[in-house]
């Protein structure tokens, strides 16, 4: 049985991680040190979601993606020139922040309402895709709250695969503890992923898509509602770095017995 | 003064984990360090009373509990409910339960319906001035933050290995059991199982004092201008059967076997550690083949002795990041160190 899945991704933007971050404290809370000037990326696991995402709609004709995301405008601008010509989507952009320290029920309740106002929005056919967690926040609460509002009540997180069952059921590996899969069979729609990895490659550039896509990207980030952010109720005492440096001990000279030696000595300590 | 509520799930054979226990002695810390504060004990589970009664010298001033088939799988649509419903139960202000898979998936989704606030993956908990505040990471353990909360109610999920766990007498608990109905929608989903490597082939062991990382140098050429993956499997998996360690990984290097390349055939994305992998905790870890640049090492926070083997005397590893940099070959570092441990046994 084939359905022509809506699938709504939700992701947002973090640093380059090969960036190096400093906390600095604003009036309005804590923030990293030159934020807007730090190059950017889509959150990793909101890309394997979105990727996953594309690769299911391609499997089941008629099907539609759209990513929800809110950011700076001007970074949403520069991100989605890379990540348009990936693989085919509608964009929902939101103006606002990305930063880690903002509220996540409060980004959560902006997504929820973008994802209400997408007109001829299906529930019987709606997956609502996202990262298991971010690499900003990195609370993996999000989601949750995003479909917990939209009335979601079939939640995953933490999935490395999603299969569709000859009867369209949809059976889930999700991680648990000690790098095991709960396996999960979920009868109806509509269900909320919050991706692990999953399977899927990072797909090539593809100009063509990139144009297709550039066609909805541009007025999507022209017409992108702006969303303050209160960090209502939440207090920062502090924002730091992690004061540990280790002296490193760089062994050149040791043979390569020594050398196999003095690890098992150190492995055997307690 | 604050309602705490420990929430915990029991395990199959009904008792209490050692992640519920860790969070069972944050809650007990929050209540005795904030005046006035009660503590209350929330389990679910098929059958509760055996992991009442193991709590049951905890000091709390209640036990509540959902229980019932329904409440055996690790499911969001009835865990929803069933926290929902014991929240409600112990007017509780703060929410402490263990960051376990299960609970991670749902509670976000219970502080929203309770019109609450999460702090997910908490390391501690303080009170300061009279005021509950938890500690947590943030930019992927790249920066740590002490954070308080005005809103009510709070929900705090405390990674495991955070604390100690608590321990005491046991006894017999008076549990109240909480109606928590539930409609045919909220079964849809069923748990079928657990899909795991047999035991032999497990090479993620959280409980391992060792964590090994291979990084991508291991399916690279050696000096004879060749790559020996078979030779590498060999040797990785010889180090883990005598060590007992568990097994991570670089991105680089699972990224390779997702591309479909002929690499080491045991690693996943599942052993990943780093920026969008995991971030284990074990007492020591031992790093090979890799350059420690910062997405990986981030993973390596709670790492507390770290040796590194690396042919490159400047790698990342030795910027501050590593004890001690071994600058060498490690195909033939871990041939010694194999036959010396297979020597040794």
Known sequence: ?270 | METILFLAQTEANGSLGKAALEALSAAKALASDLAGSILIAGLVGGDVQVGADQISSCGAARFVAVAGPDFVPSRYSTDLVAAAALCTAASATIIVAPATSRWNRVLAGVSQRLDGRIDAHVTGTTVANGQPGITRWYYRQRMEAVVQRTRRPWFILLDPGCGEPWSGAVGTASVELVSAALTDAQRRTTVAGIQAPPADQQTIRPDAKLLFVAGAGWTKAQPDGKAHPEEAETLILGFLAATKASLGSSKSLVDLSGEGHAVLKFMTHLNQVGQTGSTPRHPKGLSTCCHGEEPHTVGWRFITERRAINLNPNCSWAQGKADVLYVADAFEVMRKINALLTARA
Request: aromatic share 4%; net charge negative; charged share 20%.
């Open chain 1, 1 to 270: 049985m084939s359905i022509p899945y809506q699938i709504v991704v939700c992701g947002s933007l973090v640093p380059d991680p090969l960036q190096t971050l400093e906390p600095v404290s604003n009036p309005a809370g804590p923030a990293l040190k030159n934020e807007l000037m730090l190059p950017a990326v889509l959150d990793p696991w909101a890309g394997h979601a979105l990727f996953e995402a594309a690769h299911l709609a391609k499997q089941h004709p008629g099907s539609k993606v759209w990513l929800v995301t809110i950011g700076p405008r001007a970074k949403l601008q520069q991100v989605m020139m890379i990540v348009a010509q990936k693989v085919p989507f509608e964009l929902v952009a939101l103006d606002g922040p990305a930063s880690g320290f903002a509220e996540s029920a409060e980004i959560a309740a902006a997504l929820a309402e973008a994802i209400q106002a997408i007109p001829g929005l299906d529930r019987s056919r709606l997956l609502l895709f996202g990262g298991w967690e971010s690499a900003s926040r990195g609370a993996g609460t999000t989601m949750q709250m995003v479909g917990e509002r939209l009335g979601i009540t079939d939640q995953f997180q933490g999935v490395d695969q999603l299969t569709i069952t000859p009867d369209g059921s949809l059976r889930v590996l999700e991680r648990v503890e000690g790098g095991k899969h709960q396996v999960s069979l979920c009868t109806g729609l509509p269900a909320l992923l919050g991706w692990a990895t999953g399977n899927l490659p990072e797909p090539p550039n593809n100009p063509q898509v990139g144009m297709l896509n550039m066609r909805t990207v541009m007025p999507a980030l022209q017409r992108a509602k702006p969303v303050k952010i209160a960090n209502d109720g939440v207090a920062f005492a502090s924002v730091a770095l992690p004061k540990q440096r280790r002296d490193t001990r760089i062994v050149k000279d040791l043979s390569t017995d020594d050398i196999a030696r003095e690890i098992v000595e150190w492995i055997g300590k307690d």
